[in-house]
């Protein structure tokens, strides 16, 4: 959806930025205790109005459902603030007396919390309360569908923050979040660090920002069901995770994995969860519905039920299903479905054995989830630690349903809705972001050694030697060395006095010259070559001939019709473009890997 155009947002930003800023001047002062009083209190307002938010969240974006959201919500005013109650932040942080290390946290500044549609409520109370608890004053920019829900929570969380003591100016919420606005607020001199939360171009964007930025990539989470598991119980985790708020959770399992051998028991357990299994036809149907030419997810299927999708698709499904199911038989272009897909659909995947579902999962990853979340339901735990090593995402849960168990909920990672992917989907950081990532760490560190106590006795016995050396006796070794191999200098470069050069001294034996004349020997003869006069002109001299190159015709671009990631990758490896048009389907991932790496190139039939 495209953002309001209004030349007024950008002085919106500028003031609303230096009013935080101003603020924090104040708020970096305060001690943790006062610190922590303000996040308390801004906690508990969040807990006092967990469903007013929900519901305001659900009525103005229309995405996911209420009493989910209303566990989003307190997740964050809640399990959040609890696990981060005791957390130093600021001030001492620990010392460490065996290494002479003292470690002192200081906060950044301002943080701009770019903020999603799919969790404009929850997002917000995450994003300020580990702001406020390290130290730092937050601007937050809400997406446009959901300015309204987003500032009533950012006011909300205001009055409570003023309440315990905090300076006015401290939690600022843009009411006019436009593209320029947004872009604004990323590049303003004193926003310290972005936190970027949403669609694959703004996360970019904060990473082109030239601020530091915790941006976080796509999910497209794979659940690998193991013969050894609970399957009744494994099932009920996947399809309470699979419809918890209507997928909107980016870690919210989209693909399940299971052996052939355990076919009829896993789908008798789906459909006694009221999971509804469709047609072929159907399927087609979802696939196209689901997934644009563009290959992007339709924004109108995000966060809808299932019966809701349905009746986009042309089917209808019985009252109270939990999730729609789709079987699919592999990963890639030809299998829409195989995407991320942000609602209650989940792809199903049976294969030969527990090395074909290690293999289906992986593709799943690299078909748009890199770096993000896996789970896998076992009790084999060396299937559990083999899965863990083969694939290639920073969170692998197990035994879990998967949006509560990589948000904290149910696993001990940190409590965030901030989820780090990683270097293999660009991101800085692999973790769950939490204050300790908005906080610098000042050492102070005493001297505990002389400088050539760090190194081996003969190593630092050379250095010294080495140090020692007289730069006269270095350059004389150097003429010696060279009048050894029959080189005189006087014969390649012009003498620059008639003085008689000076008779080089002995080199001890001992010594380390030999070695260093030998370091010296290209270094000279560079300088011989550049010294050495040219060869005089001679201006009838006849140039040679120019041999004539036969050149190819350029051969024909061949245009793509489907992109992924994967297919990007492999260009990558090959030092080679993939050509698309106006008509190629590229996924969110590969789209965002291809531009930035200068792989995709657009091109007319």
């Keep these: 959806m495209p953002h309001e155009q209004d030349p007024t947002s950008i002085e919106e930003v500028r003031g609303k ?27 508990a307002a969040g807990r006092a109005n967990a469903r007013p938010l929900a519901e305001l969240a659900v009525e103005e974006t229309s995405y996911g459902n209420v009493e989910d959201k209303v566990s989003k919500n307190l997740l964050c005013a809640d399990f959040l603030a609890r696990s981060i109650r005791k957390m130093k932040t600021v001030g001492l942080l620990r010392e460490i007396p065996e290494e002479k290390i003292v470690e002192y946290g200081v906060p950044v500044g301002v943080v701009a919390a770019l903020v999603p549609t799919t969790n404009p409520t929850s997002t917000v109370i995450s994003k300020t309360l580990i702001s406020l608890k390290a130290g ?17 929570t950012a006011s909300i969380l205001t009055r409570a923050a003023m309440e315990a003591g905090a300076p006015e100016g401290l939690i600022q919420c843009l009411g006019k979040p436009t ?36 941006g976080v990539g796509p999910g497209n989470v794979p659940v690998l069901l193991d013969r050894s598991a609970d399957i009744p119980d494994a099932v009920a985790k ?7 708020d209507y997928g909107t959770v980016c870690s919210s399992e989209q693909s399940l994995v299971a052996e052939e051998s355990i076919r009829d028991q896993v789908v008798a357990e789906l459909k006694a969860r ?7 036809e159907q399927k087609e149907a979802l696939g196209k519905l689901l997934v644009t030419p563009a290959g992007t997810i339709n924004p109108r299927c995000v966060g809808q039920s299932p019966a809701k999708i349905a009746e986009m698709a042309g089917f209808s ?39 074909a579902a290690l293999d289906r999962c992986e593709a799943v990853l690299h078909f748009g989830g890199l770096g993000h979340t896996c789970t896998i339901h076992a009790k084999d735990d060396s299937h559990i630690r083999e899965f863990a090593r083969r694939m290639p995402a920073m969170r692998v849960l197990v035994n ?164 992924c990631e994967n297919d990007v990758r492999a260009a990558m490896q090959q030092s080679r473009k993939i050509y698309i048009g106006p008509k190629t389907i590229v996924t969110p991932s590969a789209r965002d890997l291809g531009e930035r790496e200068g792989v995709l190139v657009t091109a007319q039939r």
């Design 17 to 43: 930025v230096e009013k935080a800023y101003a603020a924090w001047q104040q708020y970096r002062q305060f001690s943790q205790e006062q610190i922590d009083a303000v996040v308390e209190r801004v906690a």
């Design 317 to 355: 499904v019985p009252a109270g299903t939990s999730i729609i199911v789709a079987e699919i038989q592999g990963v890639g272009r030809e299998y829409p479905l195989s995407v991320e897909k942000l609602s209650p659909v989940l792809a199903l995947h049976f294969v030969k054995d527990f090395a």
């Design 136 to 152: 730092n004053a937050i601007v937050i920019s809400p997406h446009p569908r959901a300015v309204r829900s987003t500032c009533q």
């Design 400 to 563: 879990t349903a998967s949006p509560q168990g990589s948000v904290g909920l149910t696993t001990n990672v940190l409590p965030s809705m901030t989820l780090g992917c990683g270097a293999a989907a660009g991101n800085i950081t692999s973790d769950n972001v939490g204050p300790l990532h908005l906080i610098n760490i000042k050492r102070l560190a005493y001297a505990v050694r002389l400088p050539e106590e760090a190194l081996p006795p003969e190593l630092a016995q050379a250095s010294v030697q080495a140090a020692t050396i007289d730069r006269d006796l270095i350059a004389a070794a150097v003429e010696q060395y060279l009048a050894s191999r029959g080189i005189r200098l006087d014969n390649l470069v012009p003498a620059r006095s008639a003085a008689p050069a000076p008779a080089a001294p002995a080199v001890p034996a001992a010594s380390p010259v030999p070695g260093i004349v030998d370091r010296f020997l290209a270094a000279r003869r560079q300088m011989l070559v550049t010294a050495a006069p040219e060869a005089p002109s001679c201006s009838c001299s006849v140039p040679p001939p120019v041999p004539q190159i036969k050149t190819a015709p350029a051969p024909e671009v061949q245009i793509t019709d489907f992109v």
């Design 274 to 280: 009221k999971a509804y299994f469709c047609t072929d």
């Design 179 to 214: 593209l320029e606005a947004t872009q604004a607020l990323m590049k303003h001199e004193h926003t310290a660090v972005i936190l970027a939360t949403g669609g694959a171009g703004m996360v970019r964007s904060a990473y082109s920002s030239g601020k530091p930025a915790f």
């Design 238 to 244: 996947v399809v309470a995770g699979k419809s918890y």
